[in-house]
């Protein structure tokens, strides 16, 4: 039997992740400004204790950009264009919005050590290489620098666990991985798991806070 990590390497790749997010985008803001608020939230918050240059990898339609300080240079890129566009109109009056740059996370096209912190949020699900996007946000952040995840984690087991693993089979249709346990990114990296905390609604989110060594 496969592994869920193999399972879902073969139900996600790139083409079906720019599919789903274009069939998403006009309709994204309506269905997911609620549910994943708690989550922009925490993580943003966290971020503008912090100074210096930030990048959002898989900014989405950019619903998370109006609530970073302006003391922060805000860097945003995303895979899919049609997500883009429409962060894109809704920062356009906003001056600490540095780039919205179509890229892929596992590609990054900055240079190493370049952000004082690095977020993904709703991210690391739904590419279809998530190691190799851990790495480059290690790459891109500055020693001693952060890097935040906010995500689901599926359960390993009980009714919730049970629920992700039927969801799997539409993975390619949604462009997510519902079957992702947390230990596939921890210990894969150099980067330190500093803060984790479990978030609404209903904990099915988790906040994870690295910080990259010196
Ligand atoms: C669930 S949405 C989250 C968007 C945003 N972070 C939010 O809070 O609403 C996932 C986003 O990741 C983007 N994405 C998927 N694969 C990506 C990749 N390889 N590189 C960059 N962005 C990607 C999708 O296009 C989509 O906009």
Known sequence: ????????????DGSAVLAAYARWAPVYDLVFAGPLYWGRRAAVSHLNKLEGNVLEAGVGTGMSLPLYGD?????GIDVSDDMLQRARK???HRDNIQDLQVMDAGELAYPDNHFDAVVAMYLITVVPDPEKVM??????????????????????????AKFEQGLERFGHRLGWNPEFPRSRILGRTQLELEHEETLPPFKLFTLMSFRKPE
């Not at 003391?71 to 860097?75: A, D, E, G, T």
């Not at 790495?135 to 919730?160: C, D, I, M, Y």
Request: proline letters at 4%; aromatic letters at 2%.
């Open 90 to 92: 809704r920062v356009a």
């Open 135 to 160: 790495r480059e946000l290690e790459r891109v952040t500055k020693p001693g620098g952060t890097v935040l995840l906010v995500n689901h984690f599926s359960a390993q087991s009980g009714v919730r």
């Open 1 to 12: 039997m496969l592994n869920p990590a193999a399972r879902n390497s073969k139900k996600l």
């Open 71 to 75: 003391h922060l240079k805000i860097s």
